[in-house]
């Protein structure tokens, strides 16, 4: 018997990420060729990825961390309640968001790649050995 996904996305939707992927703007397409393929200190991210009804812009699954950049579009008091109602169903599901302006992350990308590395390091570490407790 197949094994039931645990993400089904439908097929609309993981249309529309593929294409996205095509369309990125400068501070993803920047961010993308800092990150891919384990260049943020051997940590893997996917970009424009469905968590079904919804598609972040960067993900890395193991720390169940998200990256958004957000474009002049984000900018509406609209669009400001839609992305916390999104972040609070994904903060439901275990998932930390960290957002950045398109700007901000364009005007300083080292300082939001090293923030973003000390968050994925501190989702995807165990505790110290001193911190376990022993049998």
């Known amino acids: 018997m197949e094994q039931e996904k645990r993400n089904p ?3 609309r939707l993981g249309d529309f990420a593929k294409d996205q992927r095509s369309l ?3 501070a993803e397409a920047l961010f993308w060729s ?3 393929a384990g260049r943020l200190s051997g940590h893997k991210f996917k970009r424009q990825v469905p968590i079904t009804p919804y598609i972040v812009d960067f993900l890395r ?3 169940r961390l998200i990256v958004e950049l957000d474009g002049e579009p984000h900018d509406t008091v609209e669009r ?3 992305d916390a ?3 609070a169903w994904l903060r439901s599901q275990s998932f930390e968001i960290m957002r950045f302006t398109n700007d901000a992350f364009l005007g300083n990308p080292q300082l939001a ?4 590395l000390a968050v994925v390091e501190r989702r995807s570490s165990t505790p110290p050995h ?3 407790l022993d049998p």
């Open 9 to 11: 996305v439908p097929d």
């Open 24 to 26: 990125s703007t400068r």
């Open 34 to 36: 800092q990150v891919r």
């Open 61 to 63: 699954p193991s720390a």
């Open 80 to 82: 400001r309640k839609r």
């Open 85 to 87: 109602a999104r972040d």
């Open 113 to 116: 790649l090293d923030t973003i």
């Open 130 to 132: 001193s911190e376990r």
